[in-house]
């Protein structure tokens, strides 16, 4: 399978703990953005990366967010201290650089308790 | 108000029928429009990709745009239960570096 990947898939956690979600692209995109999704509203952008570098994060995302992509392929998506308002379907989505498709995963499904 | 406008339904409909969705918006710079499905619990799916005003066909899809009413909108001809899904629209602009704006979506059911 070439697609987007996303691991975990889900992710049951306690009010307070950190989690970290992880994506990965399709191998040729070198772009890579992270979305939130909640219930019964469309995907909402948090931030986006070309190669390396992160190009801007979305005033929905707060100091407890950080995300990175080391090396310019996969990509992980840290909170800390969650709450529950964190609980929604974090996408990863991956595209080329310009006016191209983006494609994505499968989601990470973080349930804060 | 919301940048992106979608009817959220839901929307119920026999096999067969056509379905009718659409969206407006109010950002004039946005360019580029995209149909995705989502299926409960999974990722978006992109169903059609479209540049500025006109119609694209693809099998029983039909996209078109009127960037001059801010209007957009997918046809499903044949509908078939397997069409059952959220369908949400998604649009871009170069001047927003192609970031995707989306709507609620829509929640079509198609009866057996």
């Known amino acids: 399978d070439t697609g987007v990947s996303q691991d975990p898939r889900h992710k049951i956690t306690k009010r307070g703990q950190n989690v970290t979600f992880r994506c990965d692209p399709i191998?040729?995109?070198?772009?890579l953005y992270w979305y939130r999704q909640t219930l019964g509203q469309g995907p909402e952008f948090l931030t986006y990366?070309?190669?390396?570098?992160?190009?801007?994060k979305s005033r929905l995302l707060s100091d407890r967010f950080s995300a990175e992509r080391p090396k310019g392929s996969f990509s992980t998506l840290e909170i800390q201290r969650t709450e529950q308002g964190d609980s929604a379907m974090y996408l990863c989505?991956?595209?080329?650089?310009?006016?191209?498709?983006?494609?994505f995963g499968p989601g990470t499904r973080l349930t804060v308790t | 108000q919301k940048e992106v406008e979608q009817d959220p339904g839901p929307l119920s409909v026999p096999e067969g029928a056509i379905v009718s969705l659409n969206c407006t918006y109010s950002?004039?710079?946005?360019?580029?429009f995209m149909w995705y499905r989502q299926y409960s619990r999974k990722g978006p799916e992109l169903l059609m990709y479209t540049y500025s005003s006109g119609n694209k066909e693809d099998g029983r899809f039909t996209a078109q745009v009127d960037k001059s009413s801010k209007y957009i909108s997918l046809f499903i001809r044949d509908s078939q239960p397997s069409d059952s899904a959220t369908y949400l629209c998604a649009m871009s602009s170069s001047s927003n570096d192609y970031k995707l704006s989306f709507g609620a979506g829509t929640t079509v059911t198609v009866r057996a």
């Open positions: 990366f070309q190669n390396e570098a992160q190009l801007e």
């Open positions: 950002n004039s710079a946005f360019q580029y």
């Open positions: 191998s040729e995109h070198n772009r």
């Open positions: 989505a991956s595209s080329l650089p310009g006016p191209y498709e983006q494609y």
